[in-house]
């Protein structure tokens, strides 16, 4: 698995999750990743597209897109994940968001430390309701 960096054109290439091709408007997300975005490949197949997008200094919003075939990468995945989160340097709020219902995303949020703190009605671009989790870190 080679991690190279993002480009918008990257996301076109991934053969999305059920759950994530039917996210209306996901391109808000890609522009917003100003900071530090990475895509995952395997020979020249994009298993996952991952960043961090700026809210305001301190807060961030955590992204990924996840291809149908990513099942058997998934703990090498959340690793590489969980490194570029941990680059950040604190003191910092960092938030995911899941479609209320995706278990297969709430799975991989525990497993990257983030901890569920609410759900959200209509929040996600199709009006579809959202679980948001948090992660924390502090100053060094």
């Not at 900071?35 to 919003?61: F, M, S």
Request: hydrophobic share 45%; glycine share 6%.
């Amino acid at each position: 698995m080679n991690m190279i960096p993002f480009r918008a054109e990257h996301a076109a290439l991934i053969d999305l999750q059920a759950e994530q091709e039917r996210i209306e408007g996901i391109g808000h997300v890609l522009e917003a990743a100003s900071n530090p975005a990475w895509t995952l490949q395997i020979a020249d197949k994009i298993i996952a597209c991952c960043g961090v997008a700026a809210q305001w200094d301190g807060r961030y919003t955590a992204w990924t897109l996840i291809s149908r075939d990513a099942g058997p990468h998934m703990i090498r995945l959340t690793r590489m994940m969980n490194r570029m989160i941990e680059l950040f340097p604190g003191p910092w709020r960092m938030e995911a968001y899941v479609k209320t219902g995706f278990e297969a995303g709430d799975r991989l949020m525990k497993a990257m430390g983030f901890r569920f703190e609410t759900r959200a009605e209509k929040f996600m671009p199709d009006r579809s309701d959202a679980n948001i989790y948090v992660r924390f870190k502090e100053a060094a």
